[in-house]
C-alpha cells in the first residue's frame, strides 16, 4: 500500500508542477540513499537528465508567475503534466525508498498500471489548477498569479518530499485536494448565480 501511496503523492505533484517530482527522485537516487530506482527508472538521477530538468523547472516556475502567460502555460502543460505524473507515479512506486523495502512483488505483473494511473492523477490535479488559475486571475486583476503559483510550487515539492519520507501522509494531501475541488466547484456555481441573478437586475432596470 506504501507504493501505491508514494506514486500518487507524486504524481499528485506532478500535476502542480511537472519537474519538481521528477528532479527531486534524480537528485536522491544520485546524491542520497534515501531512494534507489529500478533499473528502468535509473535515467532519472543521470546528470544531464537533472541539467535538463532543473533548466525546465525554472522556466516554468517563472511562466507560471505572469498573468495570460500562464494561461498559455497551462495549456502546454496539459500533455507534460500528465506525461510527468506516469512517469513520477511508475518511478516512485517501483522505487526502493527508506518506506519501501520490496516494491517489486507489487506492480510485478503489470508494469504499466502505475503509469497509466500516475497519468490519471496528474491530470486530474492540472485540471483542477488549470480551471482554478483564470478565476484567481479575474477576481485579484492578476495580482493573485503569482501568490497561487508559489503556493503550487510549494505544495508540489512538499508533497513529493512526504511522498518518498512518509507516504502515509499522501492521504491528508490527497483528501485537502479533493475538498478544494468540492469547494471550489461550488464557489464557481454561486458566482454563476450571482452574475445571472446582476443580469437579471440590470435588465429590470
Known amino acids: 500500500m506504501l507504493e501505491v501511496l508514494t506514486g500518487s503523492g507524486l504524481a499528485a505533484s506532478a500535476g502542480l508542477n511537472a519537474y519538481i517530482p521528477l528532479l527531486l527522485m534524480g537528485l536522491l537516487a544520485r546524491y542520497t540513499d534515501l531512494m534507489e530506482l529500478p533499473s528502468g527508472w ?19 516556475v517563472v511562466a507560471d ?16 503534466r ?37 497519468v490519471l492523477i496528474a491530470l486530474g490535479v492540472h485540471l483542477l489548477k488549470s480551471a482554478a ?8 486583476a492578476g495580482f493573485g498569479a503569482p501568490v497561487a503559483s508559489t503556493a503550487e510550487d510549494a505544495t508540489s515539492a512538499v508533497m513529493s518530499v512526504v511522498a518518498i519520507l512518509l507516504p502515509v501522509l499522501v492521504l491528508a494531501f490527497l483528501v485537502l485536494l479533493v475538498a478544494f475541488f468540492f469547494w471550489f466547484l461550488r464557489r464557481r456555481r454561486d458566482r454563476r448565480r450571482e452574475r445571472q441573478a446582476a443580469r437579471a437586475a440590470g435588465f429590470r432596470v
Open 42 to 60: 535509473q535515467w532519472l538521477g543521470n546528470g544531464w537528465v537533472l541539467l535538463i530538468l532543473a533548466v525546465l523547472l525554472a522556466v516554468e
Open 65 to 80: 508567475k505572469v498573468p495570460v502567460v500562464d494561461h498559455v502555460n497551462d495549456v502546454v502543460q496539459t500533455v507534460v
Open 82 to 118: 500528465p506525461t510527468a505524473g506516469g512517469l513520477a507515479f511508475g518511478a516512485g512506486s517501483t522505487s526502493e525508498t527508506v518506506t519501501v523495502s520490496d516494491p517489486d512483488t507489487f506492480f510485478s505483473s503489470h508494469q504499466w498500471v502505475p503509469v497509466v494511473v500516475g
Open 133 to 140: 488559475r483564470p478565476v484567481i486571475n479575474a477576481t485579484t
